[in-house]
């Protein structure tokens, strides 16, 4: 199960982007899905996920009030919309189906991940 998410690039802080993740081979409506991302050195973080319905979400701490996460099972596409960038948001952005329904930040609940997709926040 390969994921493709996309939609990064360059954007001033304060600006808004927004990422998509679609399975073209396989449905995922009835996985979790979530966002997470990696900057530099560091370790892969949860940004937000949301349940098989679409009707559970839970994020960041970081990114609470300025991303959303959505889903329409009809499309097989998740989005997540970023607003308010940050520099401190510069990552590679992953989504990931989950092997569980239910909307969760753990990382070891994720078995399929995307390729990523590079978002860079200019100061």
């Known amino acids: 199960v390969q994921l493709q998410a996309s939609g990064g690039g360059l954007v001033q802080a304060g600006g808004s982007l927004m990422l998509s993740c679609k399975n073209p081979r396989r449905t995922f409506s009835n996985n979790a899905v979530g966002w997470f991302r990696q900057a530099p050195g560091k370790d892969r973080q949860f940004v937000a996920a949301?349940?098989?319905?679409?009707?559970?979400?839970i994020y960041a701490d970081s990114v609470k009030g300025r991303y959303t996460i959505s889903r329409d099972n009809a499309k097989n596409t998740v989005l997540l919309q970023m607003s308010t960038l940050k520099p401190e948001d510069t990552a590679v952005y992953y989504c990931a189906a989950a092997r569980t329904p239910q909307a969760t930040s753990r990382k070891e609940l994720y078995q399929y991940w995307g390729q990523g997709t590079q978002v860079t926040v200019s100061s």
């Open positions: 949301v349940g098989w319905r679409g009707d559970s979400t």
